[in-house]
């Protein structure tokens, strides 16, 4: 199982970036997938999900400011996140929940004038 996470960077506070992330090894389709956030000092954390019909799922911080979604045929996900903040600052992965869960490498977002 792979999952290649891209499309992170340094952007200014109220800006926007969309992360990618290509999947391999596995039936894609058929599973939910999320993306997780990890700043340091803290906890990783699952920050938005989506299921293999679509349905989604964020926390809090997320919410109205993130969004999960997939392509199927091109076994992508992607979140968009916009009007981010300082405290959004911080290395997300991909991730595929399971009895045997996987994590890709991480893409660094870096929110900063």
């Known amino acids: 199982v792979q999952l290649q996470a891209s499309g992170g960077g340094l952007v200014q506070p109220g800006g926007s970036l969309r992360l990618s992330c290509a999947a391999s090894?596995?039936?894609?389709?058929?599973?939910?997938v999320a993306w997780a956030r990890q700043s340091p000092g803290k906890q990783r954390e699952v920050v938005a999900t989506?299921?293999?019909?679509?349905?989604?799922n964020y926390t809090d911080s997320a919410k109205d400011r993130f969004t999960i979604s997939r392509d199927n045929a091109r076994r992508t996900v992607h979140l968009q996140l916009n009007n981010l903040k300082p405290e959004d600052t911080a290395v997300y992965y991909c991730?595929?929940?399971?009895?045997?869960?996987?994590w890709g490498q991480g893409t660094l977002v870096t929110v900063s004038a």
């Open positions: 090894g596995f039936i894609f389709k058929l599973n939910t």
């Open positions: 991730h595929r929940p399971g009895a045997t869960a996987y």
């Open positions: 989506i299921t293999s019909t679509g349905g989604t």
